[in-house]
């Protein structure tokens, strides 16, 4: 039987995307095996010891977006911001989203770090993988799912847990290198409240619409937020 090529290089997209988010994962395993985000250590030295990690352990050598490691009041920040260089203090909250290219696809994943005792940053830590999956869960049970309809979901689940979204998004399309350049900021690109676009359908090109769900959850008061991003519809 004749496989129709649309499927077959569909099935070469899913696999390239899951394979680069499996490789994202190794990397952030490795992360934390070696300590490269730890108190004492400055943002941007972090962030330069993971690129060098990823060239180590892949060859990596692009990323289709900055790279950002924050900690402390820096995470309250959103991804367009540049703020100075901070050390990362002994009872910080702190995170990592890198964007590596791998064999021309993109991954995109983001974990968060807390060090020292303090409860409710210690929840924050708890919480972003736990909505994570009830986000993901509420996707899959919904086909015809908007992005509007995704983000308010998000947005309740977040309010139950005491948090704020700290972005205007919740997510994004992810695929071919460098989606970025071709979708820019455009609504139907992001999981926002101005998308009332379905998010399983096919993009301009005809290929199948991929999704990364991105949490940034913040708590103003206290000077902190989190942020947990991987694959929302595929792995």
């Given at each position: 039987m004749t496989v129709e090529p649309s499927?077959?290089?569909?099935?070469?997209?899913?696999?390239?995307?899951?394979?680069?988010?499996?490789?994202?994962i190794t990397l952030f395993a490795e992360i934390e095996a070696r300590g490269l985000v730890v108190p004492g250590v400055g943002e941007r030295e972090a962030s330069d010891r993971i690129r060098d990690l990823a060239n180590e352990l892949f060859g990596t050598t692009r990323h289709w977006h900055k790279r950002i490691v924050r900690s402390g009041p820096n995470t309250l920040l959103p991804y367009r911001d540049n703020p100075p260089d901070r050390v990362i203090g002994a009872d910080d909250v702190a995170f990592a989203d890198f964007g590596p290219v791998f064999e021309e696809y993109e991954a995109d994943f983001g974990r968060t770090y807390v060090f020292g005792d303090d409860p409710r940053k210690r929840r924050l830590l708890d919480d972003?993988?736990?909505?994570?999956?009830?986000?993901?869960?509420?996707?899959?049970?919904?086909?015809e799912i908007t992005g509007r309809?995704?983000?308010?979901?998000?947005?309740?689940?977040?309010?139950?847990?005491?948090?704020?979204?700290?972005?205007?998004?919740?997510g994004h399309l992810v695929g071919e290198f460098p989606h970025e350049t071709n979708d820019g900021a455009k609504a139907e690109s992001y999981i926002t409240p101005d998308n009332d676009n379905p998010l399983r359908r096919t993009d301009r090109s005809g290929r199948a619409c991929h999704w990364i769900l991105e949490l940034h959850f913040v708590d103003r008061e206290g000077g902190f937020g989190g942020f947990y991003e991987q694959l929302l519809d595929l792995a």
């Amino acid at each position: 039987m004749t496989v129709e090529p649309s499927t077959a290089q569909e099935a070469r997209r899913v696999e390239g995307l899951v394979s680069a988010q499996e490789k994202a994962i190794t990397l952030f395993a490795e992360i934390e095996a070696r300590g490269l985000v730890v108190p004492g250590v400055g943002e941007r030295e972090a962030s330069d010891r993971i690129r060098d990690l990823a060239n180590e352990l892949f060859g990596t050598t692009r990323h289709w977006h900055k790279r950002i490691v924050r900690s402390g009041p820096n995470t309250l920040l959103p991804y367009r911001d540049n703020p100075p260089d901070r050390v990362i203090g002994a009872d910080d909250v702190a995170f990592a989203d890198f964007g590596p290219v791998f064999e021309e696809y993109e991954a995109d994943f983001g974990r968060t770090y807390v060090f020292g005792d303090d409860p409710r940053k210690r929840r924050l830590l708890d919480d972003l993988p736990r909505v994570f999956a009830a986000g993901r869960d509420f996707f899959a049970a919904h086909p015809e799912i908007t992005g509007r309809q995704l983000y308010a979901e998000v947005e309740r689940l977040a309010a139950e847990a005491g948090w704020e979204i700290g972005i205007w998004h919740a997510g994004h399309l992810v695929g071919e290198f460098p989606h970025e350049t071709n979708d820019g900021a455009k609504a139907e690109s992001y999981i926002t409240p101005d998308n009332d676009n379905p998010l399983r359908r096919t993009d301009r090109s005809g290929r199948a619409c991929h999704w990364i769900l991105e949490l940034h959850f913040v708590d103003r008061e206290g000077g902190f937020g989190g942020f947990y991003e991987q694959l929302l519809d595929l792995a």
